[in-house]
């Protein structure tokens, strides 16, 4: 056992023995005025301490000021094990919120901006082995709309959908030591139709008379080995057959996972760089109106999940806190969740592929919009679609991931001309397909949709009445689909939508639904809110969710969707479970609305005439 905060290896599909967790406590100091630079807060010792990985914002930080803060700054003595001698060091950073500068002992050694995805640094040149060196960062945070916040509130307090701000380092910091010539991190491309697996190895450096060698094995032992010169392709690529004997694809049913051990090798066969990896073998297609997932439908039967914690923030207290989301949400009948507005750590991917969990992979953008105000969440720049293509280059190879949602709930006029919106939103969406042509993307989750060729056409619905959402949903057996407005508590259609595109006959669903107000013994003076009418009993809310969710089984046109939400998060409380994870509502009665068989799903399983 160990005291040491989130002690587990942060990066699970690529996993090196020789590795060093920063996670625990460090100086730290608030910067206001963003004036610490010129104060000499870069050579000096810092006023206060915090615990390392959880943001000042949070309980668990030790600190819990939710203030603004315009910059932090992090200090702490690192040790290179003295057994590193001749390795490179490289210096991890899981997120840091939002733009980061690391100083080695006074020298500036890199930087980056995003405050959802991870970014490393080469300090090798900085750094000897067996000595201390002294690690300092600065993380600004400022107010600009331009900065992709998800789901922090650019008010004081929490109001709404907006929620208690994370200012700097909230994953977790870790140092690693790696061979000057080295293995990158890999792709993994499942391959149903072949029942094969190909492994994509960049490389630092190539190697004269080098191969690169990939192990798959399962229960059984090895199944298959593969080999590939590695002096003449900076990314060179292994294709493993897999037997029919030994092939078993990756489902919510049966999430079979291979390991998979990667070798870069000298001419004699000599070992430079070695890791351990795992791969699913899955497919995911459209035919028509269906998703499929290893050639058949499966209704995405998601919740939303928006991964906030009361004493954590956006950080989890442990790793078996992320465990426990995924469970909770499968217990209640959900096979999936859009994991909403954040880019969740890498420890919750592996968790939803070792349990056979579905998830959409998003972004924190919500609100996007050109006519921007002072109040208003966030404006598109370029540096949404760097942001965006870190996390695609992270979570590539994650069989969970089952789609992508670059942006959500982005809002502009058609009329309005192309405008950056326009810009950043093709970007990313051609970013996404870029980097990946093997799964579906949604071009904006609800809304705005930009971009004619999306894959996914989507919808968000609050309606309560489970009849009124039955007369809007079913329009998608019409051939034209319920599109959000302007006016979106009008459910009324207009004759044209002003927000999107035309629908052009994509696979269709509600992306977001119910998010049903049920809080029944609220505190003295607690805020509260959720959409429509809290019902008037536990048996009124029973019979809400059902009346809901059987308006989308029962829609053959509707491949899945996403209820709004697993928990409470501060003063929104609609989850099914309340903020600290205790159960609001009966399980089992929750899980059977949502077990029967869909509607497109009995399409699939009737016999052909």
């Known amino acids: 056992m160990t005291d040491q905060p989130r002690p587990e290896y942060p990066r699970p599909q690529f996993v090196r023995d020789r590795w060093r967790n920063l996670n625990g406590e460090w100086e730290f100091e608030f910067d206001g005025g963003d004036s610490g630079f010129e104060r000499g807060l870069v050579q000096r010792r810092l006023q206060h301490q915090i615990t390392v990985p959880f943001a000042p914002e949070s309980q668990l930080s030790g600190i819990g000021d939710t203030d603004f803060h315009a910059a932090v700054w992090y200090r702490r003595a690192i040790q290179i094990p003295a057994e590193w001698s001749g390795l490179n060091v490289v210096l991890h950073f899981g997120a840091v919120d939002h733009d980061a500068t690391i100083w080695i002992d006074g020298i500036e050694v890199g930087r980056h901006r995003g405050g959802f995805t991870p970014f490393a640094i080469d300090i090798s040149t900085f750094v000897r082995a067996g000595r201390t060196s002294t690690l300092v960062v600065r993380a600004r945070d400022s107010k600009d709309a331009s900065q992709a916040r998800g789901k922090q509130s650019t008010e004081y307090h929490n109001h709404h959908c907006d929620y208690t701000r994370t200012t700097g380092i909230w994953q977790t910091v870790w140092l690693e030591a790696v061979p000057p010539i080295s293995l990158k991190r890999p792709r993994i491309t499942p391959d149903v139709g072949a029942s094969a697996l190909h492994v994509e190895l960049p490389l630092t450096s190539n190697v004269p008379g080098g191969s690169v060698a990939v192990t798959l094995r399962d229960a059984e032992g090895i199944v298959v080995s593969g080999t590939a010169r590695a002096d003449i392709d900076l990314a060179p690529r292994v294709t493993l057959s897999i037997p029919a004997s030994r092939s078993r694809l990756w489902s919510p049913e049966d999430p079979h996972l291979y390991d998979l051990d990667l070798e870069l090798l000298d001419p004699s066969g000599a070992v430079i760089d070695g890791a351990r990896s795992y791969a699913g073998l899955r497919s995911v297609a459209i035919v028509g109106k269906s998703v499929l997932l290893n050639g058949r439908p499966v209704f995405q039967r998601l919740v939303l999940d928006q991964g ?13 806190h992320l465990i426990r989301d995924i469970k909770l949400a499968q217990e209640v009948g959900f096979n999936g ?27 924190g953008d919500w609100g996007c919009k050109v006519d921007w105000k002072p109040d208003d969440r966030q404006k598109p720049t370029a540096s949404y679609i760097t942001q965006w293509l870190e996390a695609l280059e992270r979570d590539y190879s994650h069989p969970s991931i089952i789609g992508w949602c670059p942006l959500n709930e982005t809002r502009q006029y058609i009329g309005d001309g192309i405008t950056v919106l326009d810009d950043v939103t093709r970007g990313m969406f051609l970013a996404t397909k870029a980097a990946d042509r093997t799964r579906p993307v949604i071009d904006a989750s609800g809304y705005s949709h930009r971009v004619a060729e999306t894959d996914i056409y989507d919808s968000h619905n609050y309606e309560q009445d489970p009849e009124l959402f039955a007369g809007v949903m079913d329009m998608i057996r019409t051939g034209v689909p319920y599109i959000n407005t302007e006016d979106d508590e009008n459910r009324s259609i207009p004759e044209t939508a002003p927000w999107s595109i035309a629908y052009r006959g994509q696979p269709y669903f509600c992306s977001e639904f119910g998010g049903i107000w049920w809080n029944p013994t609220p505190a003295d003076g607690e805020a509260s809110w959720g959409y429509g009418q809290r019902p008037e009993s ?3 809310f029973y019979q809400r969710f059902t009346g809901l969710v059987d308006v989308l089984l029962d829609n053959p046109e509707m491949f899945g969707y996403c209820y709004t939400q697993l928990t409470d998060v501060f003063q929104e409380q609609n989850g099914l479970f309340f903020f600290d994870r205790t159960p609001k509502f009966d399980a089992e009665r929750l899980r059977a609305v949502q077990s029967r068989t869909a509607a497109i799903e009995a399409q699939a399983l009737a016999p052909s005439s």
């Not at 906030?308 to 078996?320: F, H, K, Q, V, W």
């Open 538 to 540: 536990l048996e009124a």
């Open 337 to 363: 969740a859009r994991l909403h507005q954040k880019v969740f750590e890498e420890r919750y991917l592996y968790h939803a592929d070792r349990l056979g969990y579905l998830v959409w992979g998003e972004f």
């Open 308 to 320: 906030y914690y009361p004493d954590g923030i956006m950080t989890a207290p442990s790793d078996e």
